[in-house]
């Protein structure tokens, strides 16, 4: 029987992206040449998200690109069950921009390694600073969040769960205690 | 969902998922090819043998751009220049390279049903880039992909296969293919060229080009060879010219906006004439990209599958 | 040597024989057929329960590849699996290298026959219709008769010529022995691996169209019924080469024929595996073509089953279909493929069969006939009409393996021969 705990409920949920957007738009001094790219499948929403709430305070088009990070994931030759490609979709160039890379959940790391790696394949970004909707620790590489939602301490045999209402009809963070042998 | 088989050996069979997940996992990889840097490190420390028996300069070049494309290493092996003229069995030689640790060997044979026979007896993944007259899978594979990225459905559309249809494993395997996804498909070409019983596999015959014309929305016409052997099918590539060449008169005389495609290499003004080769709608340079694309997804898919 | 054989259903279709008996025999001569006998003094005692002793079956179509192939097979491994298979005499087909196209080389197979096995197959060499088999002169057939030979044939290769064949019929004729035809128009065969169908064209395979089997039997009826000579054709396998010859049949005209038993067990579709064990020629046809084959031995317009026994090694089959070479082996395969396709569905009764198999071949080979009967030789086919069994080809006497029947459930088979004096087991 898995236990589940509630983090974030909708309407805090909808206030850290705020709270956010607000912190990218603090330390860039604005939105001048910034474009947020978001990976699949949950950061693609954030993102959107996150470019909306930006818009609202600065008035301002920001540029959204969604990344597919499965070509660059390096358990591919662990030969694990098949991942499925979403497709990368970045429409313009990101060479000489400041990317801010946006995902739901920092865990080990290895997610934004992939992501880095493909991002720099693309071009030379001026840039890529990373904002996570929640940092849940275990770190295997060294990789550092820019803005966190929130910091949940977890064990390994925890999982972060999150919600949006796009795909699972509600926005929420649950943490979930794994039983044995569920992963 | 992996794909059903281990191995690409052909069209026949292959349920229309897999086909679809071909199809699906290609896109991603045309947009790679779009990138400045087109290389993604999937299939890094991985080694794929292109095991070539017969000459096929765009087939292999394809391939091992899809190969290094994923980053995996690649080792050319043609039939020329090697053992195969000190009369090394296919068995053999594919044991000995595997003996190397290979991981994934591409092959091109002249025998049909060679690369089912590959399989059989090394452990690698096999996938066939052409076995004699039988098939040609990424081929058909890509064929698809264009049609689909084109007209955005399989489904409903009517693909006409214009040659040397009982020589040839693109139309074996288009054949297969399309019917799988629901299309409707003809060929046409002189009676001596169309293979016995070929309706049975759900295919109308057409021996006027005019007829195939007035019916299909794509026309995908086979390259025609005339070796001094085959004068006994085929008089000459005048008379073929003259009555079943796809040219523009004829497409203006009939129906204008039919969709052109060929495996390639053209032997221009013989099956195809210039202007309709190189015009508005030609998709046979698309052909060329996405088949890199569609190689891409064959490889990651077979090469990643668990 | 003496020896009692118990409990065996005798059937001698020659002598309407159809009982239960026990068969006494001494120094190869059948002593005594009796209800019971009882043993008395030094002699060995065999129950059979019930399996059926028939005349002695004769393959008339075998290749035993010695000389020139010994890798294939051997004059001696091939009498081996012969006798395991169930047959009392064989004939041997010409197409080793060198041809049999010499009387030296008849005289030398006949006592090879006398040596090996103790004797227990006879060998009836057929000799080569043309020298070297090169369809150009004829082979020097009154020789080759007198040394032994009971047929001529160039079989691996149809006589192309009708010239040639005409000359050949009205010559063999001297003999009255038969040329025996592997009937095949080669200009409509070229390239082909597999017969021509919807198989071949969903396999992209290049075709044997069945009409090349068909023109050259239509083209040799008429030169069998202008020379009135006498005419077998080899391993028929298509509808309409039946319809042929049952025409020419009810013509009077002088022609025979047999068939395999992969052409009534077997259709085209086997080939979709790419399994070179499906290849051979005559290639494997379609159902309808299975179908009237079967009714051609029903209605006896086939009067023999042979099997092409084509013995090739293991190396020459494990390469891709279009390079391996043509034929399976068959004499340890024949008699259950012939019990559970033809016996066992009612096709042919027991009796018909013992004709395809032993009657009928030494008729048209000018054979004495067996019988089974006291003071005759005893040449004896033992087999269980009902057991059921696996093959494996791990226990075929034949050097080689090829056939595609491995891991086949057959009902009927082999159990043992009886012949020159000695009594084989089969091992199958």
């Known amino acids: 029987m898995a236990t589940s705990t509630k983090i974030l409920d909708q309407k805090n949920f909808e206030r850290t992206l705020i709270r956010l957007a607000h912190e990218i738009l603090e330390k860039n001094k604005g939105a001048e040449n910034l474009v947020l790219v978001g990976i699949r499948t949950r950061g693609e929403f954030l993102a959107k998200r996150i470019a909306k709430k930006i818009n609202e305070i600065e008035h301002r088009d920001i540029r959204v690109g969604l990344l597919d990070i499965t070509l660059y994931r390096d358990d591919l030759r662990e030969n694990l069950s098949q991942p499925i490609l979403r497709g990368t979709d970045i429409k313009f160039d990101v060479s000489g921009r400041d990317i801010i890379l946006i995902d739901d959940v920092l865990f080990t790391g290895r997610t934004i390694r992939a992501a880095l790696d493909e991002l720099v394949d693309m071009g030379r970004p001026a840039s890529i600073q990373l904002a996570v909707l929640i940092d849940r620790g275990h770190r295997e590489l060294p990789i550092r969040a820019d803005f966190v939602g929130k910091n949940i301490p977890t064990s390994v045999n925890e999982k972060v769960k999150v919600s949006m209402k796009e795909v699972d009809g509600e926005d929420g963070v649950n943490l979930i205690e794994l039983t044995e042998g569920e992963s | ?306 | 040597m003496r020896v009692i054989l118990k409990n065996l259903h005798l059937i001698d279709p020659a002598h309407g024989t159809d009982a239960v008996r026990d068969i006494q025999i001494v120094d190869g001569v059948i002593d005594k057929i009796s209800d019971h006998i009882t043993e008395a003094g030094e002699i060995e005692v065999i129950d059979f329960n019930g399996a059926v002793a028939s005349p002695g079956f004769l393959d008339m179509h075998v290749h035993l590849r010695e000389p020139g192939y010994e890798h294939k097979e051997t004059i001696e491994t091939g009498v081996q699996a012969a006798a395991n298979g169930g047959f009392t005499a064989v004939c041997s087909m010409p197409n080793t290298n060198p041809t049999v196209d010499h009387e030296a080389l008849v005289r030398w197979i006949i006592d090879q026959s006398r040596m090996l096995l103790h004797g227990m197959v006879d060998i009836y060499p057929i000799a080569a219709v043309t020298k070297g088999r090169e369809g150009k002169e004829l082979a020097p057939m009154l020789e080759l008769a007198e040394a032994g030979a009971v047929g001529f044939s160039d079989d691996g290769a149809p006589i192309e010529s009708a010239e040639i064949m005409r000359r050949a019929l009205e010559y063999a004729s001297m003999t009255s022995r038969p040329v025996i035809q592997h009937a095949e128009e080669l200009s409509l065969t070229k390239g082909g691996v597999m017969n021509e169908g919807f198989v071949s064209t969903s396999l992209g395979m290049q075709p044997i169209p069945s009409i090349a089997e068909e023109i050259v039997i239509a083209r040799d009826l008429k030169l069998s019924e202008y020379t009135s000579a006498p005419y077998h054709v080899a391993h028929v396998s298509t509808k309409g080469s039946v319809e042929l010859i049952r025409a020419a049949k009810a013509k009077k005209i002088h022609v025979t024929c047999e068939v395999t038993p992969h052409h009534f067990s077997l259709t085209d579709e086997a080939v979709r595996t790419f399994d070179t064990n499906t290849k051979m020629n005559p290639p494997l046809r379609t159902k309808e073509d299975v179908e009237a084959v079967k009714e051609g031995l029903r209605d006896g317009t086939i009067d023999v089953i042979a099997t092409d026994h084509a013995p090739h090694s293991y190396d020459e089959k494990q390469v891709e279909f279009l390079y391996a070479p043509f034929g399976i082996v068959g004499l340890e395969t024949a008699i259950g493929l012939a019990l559970t396709e033809l016996f066992h569905t009612k096709i042919l009764t027991l009796h018909q069969l013992i004709e395809k198999f032993s009657t009928n071949p030494r008729k048209i080979l000018h054979l004495p006939a067996v019988k089974i009967a006291e003071g005759e030789r005893a040449n004896i086919t033992i087999f269980d009409l009902d057991k059921e069994w696996t093959v494996d080809v791990e226990k075929f006497r034949s050097k080689s393996k090829n056939s595609p029947f491995h891991m086949k459930i057959l009902k009927g088979k082999p159990v043992a021969v009886f012949n020159n004096g000695r009594l084989l087991i089969s091992s199958l």
């Open chain 2, 1 to 306: 969902m992996p794909l059903v088989s281990k191995h690409l050996l052909g069209l026949e069979g292959m349920p229309k998922n897999d086909i679809q997940t071909i199809l699906d996992t290609a896109t991603s990889f045309r947009e790679v090819l779009e990138r400045p840097i087109k290389k993604v490190p999937t299939l890094q420390g991985k080694t794929i043998v292109n095991l070539f028996f017969e000459s096929s300069t765009r087939t292999r070049i394809s391939f091992e751009l899809a190969e290094r494309r994923l980053s995996a290493d690649v080792v050319n092996f043609s039939a020329d220049a090697s053992s195969v003229k000190k009369g090394e069995t296919l068995k053999d030689t594919a044991r000995n390279i595997e003996a190397m640790k290979i991981d994934m060997v591409v092959m091109r044979h002249a025998a049909p049903g060679s690369a089912l026979f590959l399989s059989k007896v090394i452990d690698a993944v096999v996938i066939n880039a052409g076995d004699g007259a039988h098939e040609h899978p990424t081929q058909a594979l890509l064929d698809m992909y264009t049609i689909r990225e084109k007209f955005g459905r399989l489904e409903g559309l009517k693909i006409c296969i214009v040659g040397d249809i009982s020589h040839s494993r693109v139309a074996l395997s288009n054949i297969y293919g399309l019917k799988t996804m629901g299309a409707e498909v003809a060929v046409c070409g002189p009676s001596t060229l169309i293979p016995r019983n070929i309706e049975k596999l759900g295919v109308t015959v057409h021996h006027k080009i005019e007829d195939a014309m007035r019916w299909a929305n794509i026309l995908n016409v086979l390259r025609i060879q005339l070796e001094r052997q085959d004068r006994v099918f085929l008089p000459s590539l005048q008379e073929y010219r003259k009555y079943f060449a796809v040219t523009k008169e004829r497409l203006m005389r009939v129906r204008n906006d039919i969709t052109i495609m060929h495996p390639g290499p053209i032997n221009r003004d013989v099956e195809l004439s210039a202007d309709v080769a190189d015009g508005e709608h030609s998709l046979i340079l698309q052909q060329v990209l996405n088949g890199v694309a569609v190689r891409m997804a064959v490889l990651y898919l077979l090469g990643t599958r668990s």
